[in-house]
């Protein structure tokens, strides 16, 4: 979910000035895109997988700090829920035997993971939804303790100004029984409506993320083209068909994270203004697109500042962490969104891809990633003339 942020209540200056250092950041990541600052010798992939927590039951088992005290891994990571955390893999060539060898690490680390857990009592669920969660789940009370997470639901619900609604009505993923038990025509449906005053729905939505690392003169090719792949990724990967209680999409997390973390009042909804979880109206041309927009259409949720001023720090010959950039873009959540990261003065640029659900097993995980990737490697060639629709 992003840097640890302290509790506190935002003022009407604390935006203006987030607003402006924000524009300072994109003018200085202008400068190091053109004088060639950022060297990536081959793509390089790493990722997160997001995973539940259950008891014997099944159920959600609300005990993430436990958790992760037992497995005591700075691999695994909180995550938005108490039943939710997730593994950070860092990354990796991609060239030889690499998913060969990325499978027995990660097999290695959530097998010994959930070893451990079990002795908090619970137990890993790797998949796209948990179908055992429903709305007793998303009270305050089971938003972790990291007071970033509070605080975000604070303030994506005072964007919205009102509580967050879920509601989704798809075609049925069952034949209806009739009265005398034989099959229907399948034509019944079932329905979620459920209102909520956290976003805590957000976190029954697990996925896995791609992080690919690539030269950032190349980073427009490969967005357009996981662009233009997104939907056979989710037809391919999708998992999630069940939620409290009801059979709805064959990929529920889709309209549920959505709708979760929707800072539109429907008014907002009717003139078309964009959505936070967004897919993007265009092919892009450089990654500073992407960035710009984002500072462009969002206005900020968590509009925490630093003392660093970019400019200094490139003057001096460092590397400036950019924060205000990183911390706006985090809350933005493109399904395939720039990223600018790194430790000390080693930064990179990559592409974070989030189409794709949790689980069900490891295999499913990297025969997705690695389709994905090959795909996105392969076929980086639509034109910044149209965009996806």
């Given at each position: 979910?992003?840097?640890h942020?302290?509790?506190?209540?935002?003022?009407?200056?604390?935006?203006?000035?987030?607003?402006?250092?924000?524009?300072?950041?994109?003018?200085?990541?202008?400068?190091?895109?053109?004088?060639?600052?950022?060297e990536?010798?081959?793509?390089r992939?790493?990722?997160?997988?997001?995973?539940?927590?259950?008891?014997?039951?099944?159920?959600?088992?609300?005990?993430?700090?436990?958790?992760?005290?037992?497995?005591?891994?700075?691999?695994?990571?909180?995550?938005?829920?108490?039943?939710?955390?997730?593994i950070?893999?860092?990354?990796?060539?991609?060239?030889?035997?690499?998913?060969?060898?990325?499978?027995?690490?990660?097999?290695a680390?959530?097998?010994?993971?959930?070893?451990k857990?079990?002795s908090?009592?619970?137990?890993?669920?790797?998949?796209g939804?948990?179908?055992?969660?429903?709305?007793?789940?998303?009270t305050?009370?089971?938003?972790?303790?990291?007071p970033?997470?509070?605080?975000?639901?604070q303030?994506?619900?005072?964007?919205?100004?009102?509580?967050?609604?879920?509601?989704?009505?798809?075609?049925?993923?069952?034949?209806?029984?009739?009265?005398?038990?034989?099959l229907?025509?399948?034509?019944?449906?079932?329905?979620?409506?459920?209102?909520?005053d956290?976003?805590?729905?957000?976190?029954?939505?697990?996925?896995?993320?791609?992080?690919?690392?690539v030269?950032p003169?190349?980073?427009?090719a490969y967005?357009?083209?996981?662009q233009?792949?997104?939907g056979?990724?989710?037809?391919?990967?999708?998992?999630?068909p069940?939620?409290a209680?009801?059979?709805?999409?064959?990929?529920t997390?889709?309209?549920?994270?959505?709708?979760?973390?929707?800072?539109?009042?429907?008014e907002?909804?009717?003139?078309?203004?964009?959505?936070?979880?967004?897919?993007?109206?265009?092919?892009?041309?450089?990654?500073?697109?992407?960035?710009?927009?984002?500072?462009?259409?969002?206005?900020?949720?968590?509009?925490?500042?630093?003392?660093e001023?970019?400019?200094?720090?490139?003057?001096?010959?460092g590397?400036?962490?950019?924060?205000?950039?990183?911390?706006?873009n985090g809350?933005?959540?493109?399904?395939?969104?720039?990223?600018?990261?790194g430790k000390g003065?080693?930064?990179?640029?990559?592409l974070?891809?989030?189409?794709?659900?949790?689980?069900?097993?490891?295999?499913?995980?990297?025969?997705?990633?690695?389709?994905t990737?090959?795909?996105?490697?392969?076929s980086?060639?639509?034109?910044?003339?149209?965009?996806?629709?």
């Open positions: 979910m992003g840097d942020v302290d509790e506190r209540v935002f003022t009407r200056q604390d935006r203006t000035l987030f607003r402006e250092k924000t524009a300072r950041c994109l003018d200085a990541l202008a400068v190091m895109l053109a004088d060639g600052q950022f990536v010798a081959e793509p992939l790493g990722l997160e997988i997001e995973l539940n927590l259950v008891d014997d039951a099944g159920d959600p088992a609300m005990a993430n700090e436990a958790a992760l005290d037992a497995i005591a891994d700075p691999a695994f990571q909180t995550e938005l829920g108490q039943f939710n955390i997730e950070n893999v860092e990354p990796r060539p991609l060239a030889g035997r690499s998913v060969t060898d990325l499978e027995h690490s990660l097999r680390s959530l097998n010994a993971a959930d070893e857990a079990r908090a009592g619970c137990r890993l669920a790797m998949i939804m948990l179908p055992t969660l429903d709305e007793r789940h998303f305050g009370e089971w938003l972790s303790a990291d970033r997470y509070d605080l975000l639901s303030q994506i619900l005072a964007a919205r100004g009102e509580d967050i609604e879920l509601r989704l009505d798809g075609p049925a993923l069952r034949q209806a029984h009739g009265p005398d038990g034989r229907g025509d399948g034509t019944g449906r079932e329905t979620l409506d459920i209102v909520c956290t976003i805590l729905p957000e976190a029954a939505c697990t996925s896995v993320q791609l992080h690919l690392q030269d003169a190349e980073f427009a967005w357009n083209s996981a233009a792949i997104a056979v990724q989710v037809a391919l990967a999708a998992n999630s069940f939620f209680g009801k059979a709805l999409w064959h990929e997390r889709i309209p549920l994270f959505e709708q979760a973390t929707d800072t539109r009042s429907v907002l909804k009717n003139q078309h203004v964009r959505p936070r979880v967004w897919f993007g109206e265009r092919w892009v041309t450089s990654i500073f697109d992407l960035f710009e927009e984002n500072s462009r259409y969002f206005p900020a949720l968590l509009p925490v500042t630093t003392d001023d970019p400019f200094e720090v490139l003057a001096g010959g590397t400036p962490a950019l924060a205000e950039l990183r911390m706006h809350t933005v959540y493109r399904w395939n969104r720039p990223i600018y990261d003065e080693h930064y990179h640029l990559r974070e891809n989030r189409v794709l659900p949790a689980g069900p097993g490891i295999v499913d995980v990297l025969a997705d990633a690695a389709s990737t090959g795909s996105c490697t392969r980086r060639r639509p034109t910044a003339r149209s965009g996806p629709r």
